[in-house]
């Protein structure tokens, strides 16, 4: 992963100059913006001594590096990249907010229990594990920002309705799924419990879902761009990472290890990450958290 850019720069001089080729460069330079954010995550979070808050830096990367590829691109705010711009930074502050006020306490895991195994080594490694490999993620899942921001004109209409479709679903999704989980936390009375309805019953991880929907609207919109279709790794490495390579996974041995019994019953009964096939079972109790 962390030789991404390398084989894009290579890519990028290797074929003729081209609208592929802008872009690709142009993408290449994002990580730049991406870069200076989770420096900055690092620098705060050694300071604080709290590396938690890279889930804050998190949502903030794909802004400054939507930011360094327009500047770069040097066209004039039009409705398409205003739409984009907007959508982008509306889903960044909520999330950077939500995610100051569950991390700015203490050093949350699985970033504590780093610390403790790195030892004297967490210094340089916390830069290299937690944030720049996470920002090199993120990077990639950027891909279809440089060619959303690239796309010659005319744009079809019908590609940016269907990514506000899009979009909006997975904001909505996400936004719901959070609200639901903090009401249920701040509720003394679900001390230890589980939540299950709302859009919890729906899938185990709805939030994870929601955010996976929203990369891939931003595909979506890349696709008025000739070459936009390439970046459709983006979006399923996007809902890969999130429902199963670390995000949910991360979840679900917490839950599977701290309330067993009420997590198997709500397993058995929910799908993981995506809604269909609904798994047959009885009707038991269980939840999410």
């Not at 913006?33 to 990367?61: C, E, F, Q, S």
């Not at 920002?145 to 010659?152: D, E, K, N, R, S």
């Not at 309805?197 to 931003?218: F, I, K, Q």
């Amino acid at each position: 992963m962390m030789t991404a850019p390398l084989v894009v720069f290579g890519i990028a001089f290797a074929i003729t100059p081209s609208t592929l080729r802008e872009s690709l460069l142009i993408w290449l330079a994002s990580g730049v913006g991406v870069l200076v954010i989770v420096t900055l995550g690092w620098v705060t979070g050694t300071l604080r001594h709290n590396h938690g808050l890279m889930d804050v830096a998190y949502p903030l990367a794909p802004v400054a590096a939507a930011g360094t590829i327009f500047f770069l691109t040097g066209r004039e705010l039009d409705l398409y990249s205003g739409l984009f711009l907007t959508c982008l930074t509306v889903w960044s502050l909520r999330l950077a907010v939500q995610t100051w006020g569950h991390n700015i306490r203490s050093e949350r895991q699985p970033y504590a229990y780093w610390r403790k195994s790195y030892g004297r080594n967490w210094l340089c490694w916390s830069f290299f594990q937690v944030h720049l490999l996470q920002g090199v993620t993120v990077w990639l899942w950027c891909a279809p920002f440089a060619f959303i921001l690239t796309a010659p004109a005319p744009r079809p209409w019908i590609v940016m309705l269907c990514s506000l479709f899009v979009w909006i679903a997975g904001f909505a999704l996400q936004a719901s799924a959070d609200r639901q989980l903090t009401a249920f936390r701040n509720n003394p009375k679900n001390k230890g419990g589980l939540l299950d309805y709302g859009v919890w019953a729906l899938v185990r991880h709805p939030n994870y879902l929601g955010e996976s929907l929203m990369w891939t609207a931003w595909f979506v919109l890349a696709l008025a761009h000739p070459w936009g279709w390439i970046t459709v790794f983006a979006p399923l490495y996007t809902g890969w990472f999130m429902g199963y390579a670390s995000a949910a996974p991360f979840k679900e041995q917490h839950m599977a290890r701290t309330r067993p019994e009420a997590w198997t019953a709500y397993c058995a009964r929910t799908p993981r990450f995506l809604p269909w096939p609904r798994p047959k079972t009885s009707k038991s109790t269980g939840a999410d958290l």
